[in-house]
């Protein structure tokens, strides 16, 4: 099993340097967030840049030149499209190079030794890169199926700052994956003849743990489309209700923890050890808290009969 040492591991690579500037930043917001309301920023920017959707709404009175730079929440639906196709291609890359021996084209095999590709040799290591890469595509997959067939939009809002960013993320989280495959294509292609051979307990374990999560995330997300939604199934309104069932029992935003849980599984799929991921975690773990707190916020402002025993985003802690 690969570990976290060796020289290849230990320097903060430019893609661990953009993870944890990424992580930073988040945990930082989180922070400001936290302190109490007599000390939050006044930033109207800010404000704008950190909240989307119900919550934006519900921030500091918004300058007319901060309506400008508005796309609709709906565009969330752009992130999916990208995703599916662009991780599509990539994971097409990486089929061909495991089963057939085909090295990945010029510019990707470059941009990869840029962002500090793995250099070592591992089986396990190509093996969970192929499966994590896979469980994100069906995630971007099921998540655009939603988008057009589950979730109903309102007239809500995001920053074009925000909408920017979502197309990066995506983009750079499948070469962040990728970027786990060994590089040395000939060595690759003799792992991908008995990939199966290579499997271990936490492949099955990440697999398992991948298909809780994405379970539940449906059936939150399918809980907040019906709220909107007569016994038909025909859209009636667009209005924010309290939701309930399944984990809105615990927690404001289990859509978002089910998120964190399903990249958690992907960690474990790499063999609990891969430093990079651990990274993409943990940036996950605090921008998914930070949109879990700004909602839960606005569950409490606007209901007065909200549920008393909920947390924002983690089951009895926070």
């Known amino acids: 099993m690969a570990s976290w040492g060796g020289p290849e591991l230990s320097a903060l690579n430019p893609l661990r340097a953009l993870w944890l500037t990424l992580t930073t930043a988040f945990l930082l917001t989180l922070l400001v967030q936290l302190m109490p309301a007599g000390l939050l920023p006044g930033c109207a920017l800010f404000q704008d840049l950190i909240r989307y959707g119900k919550t934006k709404s519900e921030g500091p009175s918004r300058r007319a030149v901060c309506r400008v730079f508005d796309v609709p929440k709906r565009y969330f639906s ?20 495991l089963f057939l021996g085909v090295p ?14 793995a250099q070592f040799q591992g089986g396990e290591l190509a093996l969970s890169a192929f499966l994590v890469l896979v469980f994100l595509w069906l995630h971007s997959l099921r998540r655009l199926f939603e988008c057009f067939y589950v979730s109903v939009f309102s007239n809500a809002v995001i920053h074009v700052v925000q909408y920017c960013f979502g197309l990066f993320y995506y983009v750079l989280i499948g070469l962040t994956v990728l970027s786990q495959v060994p590089m040395d294509g000939r060595n690759v292609h003799v792992v ?8 271990r307990w936490f492949h099955i374990l990440g697999m398992m743990m ?3 999560s994405s379970v539940h995330q449906y059936k939150c997300h399918v809980i907040l489309g019906n709220l909107r939604k007569n016994k038909a199934g025909v859209v009636i309104h667009c209005n924010h209700r309290i939701p309930f069932g399944d984990w809105f029992e615990y927690v404001s935003s289990p859509n978002y923890l089910a998120e964190l849980m399903i990249y958690i599984s992907m960690a474990v799929t790499f063999g609990f ?15 998914q808290a930070l949109c879990a707190l700004l909602s839960h916020r606005f569950y409490q402002s606007k209901f007065v ?6 947390k924002a985003f983690l089951p009895f802690l926070f």
Do not use: D
């Open 210 to 212: 991948y298909i809780w």
């Open 192 to 199: 991908g003849k008995n990939l199966l051979m290579q499997a």
């Open 273 to 287: 050890h891969n430093l990079t991921w651990w990274l993409v975690v943990t940036y996950i773990f605090f921008n």
């Open 104 to 117: 990945f084209p010029y510019w990707l095999h470059g941009l990869l030794r840029i962002l500090g590709a």
């Open 78 to 97: 752009h992130f999916y499209i990208l995703s599916v196709l662009w991780n599509g291609f990539l994971l097409w890359h990486l089929t061909q190079s």
């Open 305 to 310: 009969s909200y549920p008393k025993h909920r």
